[in-house]
């Protein structure tokens, strides 16, 4: 208990500020956000407010992209602060978060964990595969990208995207 | 050990031992090719004298030139630092050999792969079990790593059949794949009596992209950027034994600069991953302070990456005939400045884990995996030290390694603890051998340009944070990739995972799986 307290008072608090205003850095994914239409975005405002509750799915990423979604909860990004909470069953969200190009063995997974979801729900790309299959794109395994399936209403290009990325392109998506 | 002796060794175990051709390919590898009838026996001999498991066992399909296929095993002489790989060819139309797996227990996973890969019979196997071309999903009779495979043919589907476990009271808990947190997909069933779990049957597959057969038509400095989405954790590992199997076959030759670079990114990746899984396992018994602390550390490290190479997981780092980025004073101060602070983190963070003592006792005895059975399953790199196979490639094939004088890290107990303490162990020497590598870095050219490409065929391998990685590579006339065999240690571990947890509860499942850490991609292809 001791080293506990001793390394959080030495360590203070190591969240990193993230202007929310700079959507330079956003790049490509402000333009998708943009793209998304105002209609949705004002139910999005509507309905979630400014929390949004994700599930994430991998349907054949290579595991980088998990790795920096993981990085964006850290306690230097805190992704939390924001109100964008991932949740353990496709119940519970408003968002399913995909990785990977979609292999065939993930197809019917990915389906039903779409269809478990309530209304309203959006999907949203994560990575250069679920973009448009990356390195995998001409795969006999490989059913297509992430919008062949399901209609995508963000991308978060990247490959991996970086933690601050992933942040940006959420919060333009939330606001 | 020479050819010669090596024969004799079989000559010994079986006296009528005749091979059609033996040869010293490289000075870290030996071929030899019977006759199919003899495979079986030769094996035998060699995973009997060596004390070797099989490493590798890989089919590859040569009708297009000499009408036949090729069945090729690998097994590893690690203290005298050598690769023996038997092979046999077999004729199109009697597409079988004789399966190892009854006796040599660690081929059986590869014969499933090359049957459902090929349609090559391993006859006599007791498993042909599809592992990654789901039944579900992909019709019969469709082998898409032949040559010839264009368009999936439509046939019959099917289902798979899981082992049952009956009795009274006997339950089966199905997980997967898609799990509650931000993870990989896999299929576990569990079978539980009471609370512990008497069976554990993994069903994987499900990032299947077929690597294999991208690789294929792809020329080498292409296919590097493919070798890094194998597994993307551990990227530069596998571009690194990528890359190492292409120099060896074309013999190009890499500045001293090059190799220890390589060195210092790969022991990089071994430090992220390693103190990323200490913090998993924290979370993983509820101990929130240390895994956030964990994962400080782990950001404080990725960002070093990027700092260093543009790139958080060292991709597009590492090329044929060297690297790409260079480290000048100012980085190496960097680097070395921040590995002293990361160094401190790190041994707080030791400190706060083992002063817990709800935390230790949690993970001591959880998770055991004893030696004999890891050594019976064939289990390899991290897994295999902390149940006490002494085995890293690190120590018996690197000459930098040795010069460094790279102490080997093993545990005895291989319960989670020990996957623990050799994690901290081997984050400690990684230290080290990056100070020790940076201290060698002379002002010298980094990569060895326009190297050319040669027909061939050679093994490149790697021992990354898991364990080893392997490439076998065949390259044509015109500098292409013929065949690609990737073996991530991941491939043979999911076995460990299936039993290690043996009479433990699922609540610990999600522990020991972090302790063990593998890569769904990485076994999935
Ligand atoms: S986009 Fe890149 S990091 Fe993400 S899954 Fe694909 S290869 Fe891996």
């Known amino acids: 208990m001791l080293q506990i307290l001793k390394n959080r008072i030495l360590k203070g608090i190591l969240t990193r500020r993230i202007e929310l205003e700079s959507s330079r850095v956003i790049g490509d994914a402000d333009l998708s956000v943009r793209r998304a239409g105002s209609e949705l975005r004002s139910l999005i405002r509507k309905k979630f407010g400014r929390s949004l509750h994700i599930r994430q799915v991998d349907t054949g990423s290579c595991g980088a992209c998990e790795s920096e979604i993981i990085s964006a909860n850290n306690p230097i990004y805190d992704l939390q602060r924001f109100g964008v909470n991932f949740v353990a069953s496709p119940r519970h969200a408003d968002a399913l978060l995909v990785t990977g190009p979609v292999s065939k063995n993930m197809l019917i997974a990915l389906n039903k964990t779409y269809e478990a979801m309530p209304e309203p729900k959006f999907v949203i790309a994560c990575g250069d595969c679920a973009l448009g299959c990356g390195p995998f794109k001409d795969s006999y395994y490989v059913c297509g990208a992430v919008k062949d399936i399901l209609p995508v209403v963000l991308h978060i290009p990247g490959c991996p995207p970086n933690p601050l990325q992933i942040i940006l392109s959420l919060i333009a998506f939330l606001k | ?525």
């Open chain 2, 1 to 525: 050990m020479v050819c010669s002796e090596i024969i004799a060794g079989i000559k010994n175990i079986f006296g009528t031992f005749e091979a059609l051709s033996v040869t010293q390919a490289y000075t870290d590898e030996i071929h030899i090719k019977v006759s199919p009838g003899l495979f079986k026996d030769t094996c035998l001999a060699l995973h009997k004298m060596l004390s070797s498991s099989v490493y590798m066992l890989f089919a590859s399909d040569e009708r297009r030139a000499r009408g036949i296929f090729t069945i090729n095993c690998v097994f590893g002489n690690l203290k005298q630092g050598q690769w023996i790989i038997i092979s046999i060819d077999i004729p199109q139309d009697e597409a079988y050999f004789d399966s190892l797996a009854k006796t040599i227990y660690s081929a059986s996973l590869f014969e499933r792969e090359i049957w459902e890969m090929f349609g090559i019979q391993p006859k006599g196997s007791p498993d042909l079990r599809r592992l990654r071309l789901h039944n579900e999903v992909w019709p019969k009779g469709n082998y898409p790593l032949r040559k010839d495979f264009q368009k999936l043919q439509a046939g019959d589907l099917g289902d798979y059949e899981f082992d049952r476990v009956e009795g009274d009271g006997v339950f089966e808990v199905p997980v997967g794949p898609v799990h509650a947190g931000i993870i990989g997909p896999g299929h576990f069933r569990f079978s539980v009596a009471g609370e512990p779990i008497i069976n554990l049957e993994t069903r994987l597959g499900f990032t299947h992209r077929g690597v294999e057969k991208l690789f294929e038509g792809q020329s080498c400095i292409e296919a590097i950027r493919l070798a890094e989405c194998v597994s993307g954790d551990a990227s530069f590992a596998h571009s690194l034994a990528f890359t190492q199997a292409a120099e060896k076959i074309s013999g190009i030759f890499i500045p001293k600069q090059a190799v220890y670079l390589r060195a210092i990114f790969l022991e990089l990746e071994r430090m992220y991953n390693h103190v990323n899984d200490i913090g998993g396992m924290a979370v993983d018994v509820g101990f929130s302070f240390p895994s956030a602390y964990a994962s400080v550390i782990k950001e404080a490290l990725l960002k070093l990456n990027d700092l260093l190479t543009a790139s958080r997981y060292l991709k597009k780092v590492n090329t044929v005939g060297g690297v790409l980025k260079s480290l000048d004073e100012n980085k190496k101060q960097i680097l070395l400045d921040s590995l002293k602070r990361i160094e401190n983190d790190f041994n707080e963070l030791v400190k706060i884990l083992y002063s817990s003592v709800s935390f230790m006792d949690r993970i001591d005895t959880t998770g055991a995996l004893r030696r004999k059975t890891a050594e019976g399953l064939g289990v390899v790199g991290l897994i295999a030290r902390a149940s006490g196979i002494p085995a890293d490639l690190r120590e018996y094939f690197s000459t930098i390694y040795k010069e460094a004088r790279f102490k080997i890290a093993t545990e005895e107990s291989g319960d989670v603890l020990a996957r623990l303490k050799l994690r901290i162990a081997e984050f400690k020497e990684s230290i080290r051998l990056i100070e020790v590598f940076v201290g060698k870095l002379a002002d010298d050219k980094e990569i060895n340009v326009n190297p050319e490409f040669k027909e061939g065929r050679a093994l490149g391998y790697v021992e990354g944070w898991r364990g080893p990685v392997l490439y076998w590579m065949e390259i044509d006339t015109a500098g292409l990739i013929q065949r690609c065999k990737v073996v991530d240690p991941s491939f043979l571990n999911w076995q460990g995972l299936s039993y290690a947890v043996l009479g433990n509860i699922i609540p610990d499942f999600p522990l020991c799986n972090k302790s063990f850490d593998l890569s769904y991609s990485g076994g999935d292809l």
